[in-house]
């Protein structure tokens, strides 16, 4: 099995090189990933202007652009075989409830899922920089061999890692959850540059969410690993049935 490796914490993340060096015992795998960070990207790509890419070996590319550039220099550059799966991550910091449609992480993944690539985002509570995240692509590695097959194409699956189980947990803490309800609280600080004209930038955002059962925060807030299976139709089909029928 072929295996695309990207993330949106950049090439030097001690995320993906664990995802790279844990799973390339038992995997073919290819990696591209962002020059730099780029987080809070979503689904964004390079158009109209060339991307910088270097390649380090065979399997080991750099883009200068997003999650979902590299995700698609990997399907359609023909620098790699065919891809059989598409993994993101693992990110520094959580991914769960309303932020999949901000998520760099998640964006790759629904980019693969878009392309009919069955794709896993893996996101960790652990967000301290000398973390080396070996724990949790060890525990990527056995969830594959159990779950893999069950991504269906064209279905994205989100993983997050509490930090409380990172380090001594089991894939049996997996819970299916559905996404809760993320709230959030910007703040931005202004600067003025000239009269009529100022700088304005996001210093922080607050994170809440809502307390309810079966939701992604739940299980992790438990210390069980939320895994919830993500579609790409965001028709709301309640609702357009509600319309239709008037």
């Known amino acids: ?15 993906i090189k664990a995802l ?3 799973l390339g015992k038992s995997y073919n795998t290819y990696l591209i990933a962002p020059l730099k960070e780029r987080s809070v990207t979503s689904m964004a790509l390079t158009v109209f ?16 652009g997003f999650p979902a550039d590299c995700v698609n220099i990997g399907l359609y550059a023909e620098i790699f075989p065919k891809i059989d799966f598409v993994i993101s991550g693992i990110n520094r910091g959580v991914n769960m409830g309303y932020d999949v449609h901000y998520s760099g992480t998640v964006g790759a993944a629904k980019h693969g899922a878009l392309h009919g690539i069955p794709s896993l985002a893996v996101s960790s509570g652990r967000i301290d920089p000398d973390d080396d995240y070996t724990k949790e692509a060890e525990l990527v590695l056995t ?13 994205v699956w989100n993983l997050n890692f509490p930090p409380e189980i990172s380090g001594s947990g089991t894939i049996n803490e997996i819970v299916f959850t ?9 703040k931005y600080e202004k600067k003025q540059i000239i009269e009529g004209v100022s700088e ?14 079966g939701t992604d925060f739940e299980a992790y807030n438990q210390g069980k690993l939320p895994v919830t299976p993500i579609q790409l139709d965001l028709t709301e ?5 509600e319309l239709q029928s008037k």
């Open 178 to 186: 559905r996404l809760g309800r993320r709230r959030y609280s910007e």
């Open 200 to 213: 304005f930038q996001l210093n922080g955002s607050l994170l809440g969410h809502d307390e309810e059962t």
């Open 49 to 64: 202007q060339g991307m910088r890419v270097e390649r380090i070996n065979d399997n080991h590319y750099i883009a200068d």
């Open 1 to 15: 099995m072929n295996l695309l490796i990207t993330n949106d914490d950049g090439i030097s993340s001690a995320g």
């Open 20 to 22: 790279e060096r844990v």
């Open 237 to 241: 089909k309640r609702r357009l049935t």
């Open 143 to 155: 969830f594959l061999s159990k779950y893999k097959e069950q991504i269906q194409s064209g279905e």
